[in-house]
């Protein structure tokens, strides 16, 4: 191929992987470096629910996250099919509940909803949330209707398994035999290199994908911790992802669409221990669950889990460019939702040398860097 790159990606998380895939597509000559094996890990990727959810992030995000979110959607259905394997991706659409005491909070989201899409051409999105009352709800998830009369509908809204996206797209990347240095801590890297103990690799373009990995190098990084909990429930038959209104966060019950699994999450504490998950989070998510719905009383804990999402001061995702670095960072609490989008994005600016005026501006701007010992 004539305008093939030599580009190294260093992290193998959802944005590495992603990334690295997006670009190998378009023929360029990828090398992953990550410090973890290929199999699992740490990635923050791992913990995460999966949730694709740009309608119920407006709540408490820019617009930013809609737009990239919705362009996202478009795409992950176009990657299942590339990939060829079963990525888990549901498209049912969220319920957004709350009990009474809390129903303030539930018609908070709906204002905020309201007052952020009032400037928003939301014409060009097909499905728009609307909300709606018990019967409704009891068409559409009977189990959870006799607690709850009213609920918001958010048609769109989707998620997939996580640990699927993560070995599908290792898998196929390994079938393209692109090089990838499991097991290596990367110490340095910069302007077209990565220095991995006393190797040196050169490269045309270097992107670093470290998650919270790159917390030396940029200042402003931030890890926001959040605990899950993967719970065995047959006595629950919920097919759609239902948030509840909570005054501390959104609970949130993903299903796992096989074998009466569910996600229970997240916690979001402004803390970077990763350690195990507390007693007062682990209190809080079952029973909220469990207020949810009485079958999750009898639910077996599977697993629970905890990391930390890396955040930037203004919780946007953002992609510095300079001669041979790219530096992608700050997805905090929307890696599966953003990840194609600025793959894509991150793509059109590699060919387009710098000239690509790219419809997420926002995305595009400086880190403050502490330069690289
Ligand atoms: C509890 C929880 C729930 C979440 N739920 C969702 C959700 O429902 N939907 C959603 O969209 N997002 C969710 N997220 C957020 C999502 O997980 C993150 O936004 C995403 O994983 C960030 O992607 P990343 O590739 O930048 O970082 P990561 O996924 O953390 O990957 C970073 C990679 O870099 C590697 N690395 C780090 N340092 C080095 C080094 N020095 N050398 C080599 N390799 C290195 C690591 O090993 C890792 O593989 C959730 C996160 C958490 C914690």
Not at 33 to 57: C, H, Q, R, V
Not at 213 to 228: P, S, Y
Not at 309 to 324: C, E, F, K, T, Y
Request: a negative charge; glycine letters at 6%; proline letters at 4%.
């Amino acid at each position: 191929m004539p305008n093939q790159l030599k580009i190294g990606i260093v992290g193998a998380g959802i944005m590495g992987r992603l990334l690295a895939w997006q670009l190998s597509n378009a023929g360029h000559q990828i090398t992953i470096f990550d410090k973890d094996p290929i199999e699992f890990g740490n990635a923050a990727a791992y913990t995460a629910a999966g949730m694709l959810t740009p309608y119920s992030e407006v709540e408490s995000a820019e617009m930013l996250i809609f737009q990239m979110g919705m362009r996202s959607l478009e795409l992950w259905p176009g990657i299942a099919k590339r990939l060829g394997s079963d990525l888990g991706f549901y498209q049912k659409g969220s319920l957004i509940v709350s009990h009474v005491n809390d129903r303030a909070d539930l018609l908070r989201f709906n204002q905020q909803l309201n007052f952020k899409f009032n400037d928003f051409n939301l014409a060009e999105y097909a499905d728009k949330p609307r909300q709606i009352d018990r019967s409704q709800l009891s068409q559409l998830e009977p189990e959870i209707a006799s607690h709850f009369s009213e609920a918001t509908y958010l048609p769109q809204e989707s998620w997939l398994c996580t640990k699927c996206v993560m070995r599908s797209l290792a898998d196929q990347l390994l079938e393209r035999r692109v090089a990838w240095y499991a097991h290596s801590e990367i110490t340095e890297l910069g302007e077209n290199f990565v220095q991995l103990n006393k190797q040196r690799f050169d490269f045309n373009w270097v992107i670093d994908c470290r998650g919270l990995g790159a917390k030396r190098d940029i200042n402003e990084l931030r890890g926001v911790r959040g605990e899950v909990i993967l719970l065995e429930a047959p006595d629950v038959k919920v097919s759609r992802l239902v948030r509840l209104m909570h005054p501390r966060y959104r609970l949130y019950v993903v299903p796992k669409g096989r074998d009466n699994l569910y996600t229970i999450g997240a916690t979001q504490i402004e803390s970077d221990d990763d350690g195990p998950i507390s007693v007062r989070s682990a209190l809080e998510l079952l029973s909220a669950a469990y207020s949810l719905h009485p079958g999750f009383a009898e639910a077996k804990i599977l697993e629970t889990k905890t990391n930390c999402r890396p955040a930037l001061i203004d919780n946007l995702p953002r992609v510095d460019i300079s001669q041979g670095l790219i530096r992608v960072n700050g997805l905090y609490r929307h890696g599966f939702l953003l990840a194609p989008t600025i793959a894509a994005e991150i793509e059109k600016a590699i060919s387009f040398a710098g000239n690509y005026a790219s419809p997420f501006e926002a995305l595009f701007r400086s880190f403050e860097v502490e330069e690289c010992a």
